[in-house]
């Protein structure tokens, strides 16, 4: 069974669709790196160049629809200025407001 694809820049895209859990998720990080990029005034294209992805690539991390390398997060995170904080909890726990 194939695992991944490998898009014109040479960084392989899963196959495997996101999961409804998880969509919403990479969907608000995608919405975040768009409005950085935006505020730098940089264009995909520098971007994408600067990281090692494709545009096509690029597009579908801000709408949420792909899941992508770490590695790559970072790298854009690090082009753009920014960083990132992760707050671990229990799923089953809930938030007080």
Same mark, same amino acid.
Request: aromatic letters at 6%.
């Given at each position: 069974? #194939? #695992?991944?694809?490998?898009?014109? #820049?040479?960084?392989?895209?899963?196959?495997?669709?996101? /999961?409804?859990?998880?969509?919403?998720?990479? /969907?608000?990080?995608?919405?975040?790196?768009?409005?950085?990029?935006?505020?730098?005034?940089?264009?995909?294209?520098?971007?994408?160049? #600067?990281?090692?992805?494709?545009?096509?690539?690029?597009?579908?991390?801000?709408?949420?629809?792909?899941?992508?390398?770490?590695? /790559?997060?970072?790298?854009?995170?690090?082009?753009?200025?920014?960083?990132?904080?992760?707050?671990?909890?229990?799923?089953?726990?809930?938030?007080?407001?």
């Amino acid at each position: 069974m #194939k #695992k991944s694809t490998k898009d014109s #820049k040479g960084s392989y895209e899963p196959v495997t669709k996101v /999961k409804d859990t998880h969509h919403e998720l990479l /969907k608000r990080i995608g919405i975040e790196l768009e409005e950085r990029r935006k505020e730098k005034n940089i264009s995909v294209t520098t971007l994408c160049d #600067k990281v090692g992805i494709s545009r096509t690539t690029y597009y579908r991390i801000t709408k949420g629809m792909i899941y992508f390398n770490i590695q /790559k997060m970072l790298d854009l995170l690090d082009e753009l200025g920014a960083n990132v904080t992760i707050n671990f909890r229990d799923n089953n726990t809930t938030e007080q407001a």
